[in-house]
């Protein structure tokens, strides 16, 4: 009996560590670098574990992978929407740089980018998706940002 009892106790606590490495484990992919895990060797059902998104009106997210694009989709048209913004102050910023030398700014580039890793995990942001966005907006503005300053002289004549 005692014996019984002690075995769920260890098997009770067992479960509530397992739940606990796990929930922390997938929390470290969360921050830059990612965690050195080793390769599962799996092979899931699917879908495996529980939905992680929750509505406002209680439902879950996602039962397909259909609706999990469908989601993706729609978020990218935003992207795009304000990739689009982004780029049209961009272009503002070129009219206050005198010389072509002065519109790459590596320091505040540098700044921009850091300053999106530092707020990714307030807004649950894998912060290597805010590294290498952020790097790949500056790395494609200053060019973006080079032509229109360089482009000017042939709007003029
Ligand atoms: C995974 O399991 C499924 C179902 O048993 C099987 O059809 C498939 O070949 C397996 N895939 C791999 C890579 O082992
Ligand atoms: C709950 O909200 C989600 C997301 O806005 C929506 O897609 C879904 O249809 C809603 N479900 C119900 C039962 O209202
Ligand atoms: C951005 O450019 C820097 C400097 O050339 C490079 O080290 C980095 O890998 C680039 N990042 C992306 C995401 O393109």
């Excluded at 059902?45 to 439902?59: Q, S």
């Excluded at 992978?65 to 272009?91: G, H, K, M, N, P």
């Excluded at 290597?128 to 952020?134: E, G, N, Q, R, Y």
Aim: hydrophobic fraction near 40%; glycine fraction near 2%; proline fraction near 6%.
């Amino acid at each position: 009996m005692a014996t019984t009892f002690y075995a769920f106790c260890l098997l009770s606590a067992l479960q509530l560590w397992l739940v606990v490495v796990r929930a922390t484990t997938a929390d470290s992919c969360y921050y830059y670098p990612l965690p050195d895990l080793p390769i599962s060797q799996d092979n899931r059902t699917i879908p495996w574990g529980e939905p992680t998104i929750t509505y406002t009106n209680g439902t879950t997210c996602c039962s397909t992978l259909d609706q999990v694009r469908d989601e993706l989709d729609a978020i990218d048209s935003q992207l795009l929407q304000l990739l689009s913004e982004r780029s049209a102050y961009v272009r503002e910023a070129a009219r206050f740089k005198a010389t072509e030398e002065s519109v790459n700014d590596p320091s505040r580039s540098q700044q921009v980018i850091q300053d999106a890793i530092d707020a990714a995990p307030s807004v649950h942001l894998p912060q290597i998706v805010a590294k290498m966005v952020f790097e790949g907006i500056i790395n494609s503005s200053v060019p973006f940002e080079e032509c229109i300053f360089n482009a000017y002289d042939d709007d003029s004549c």
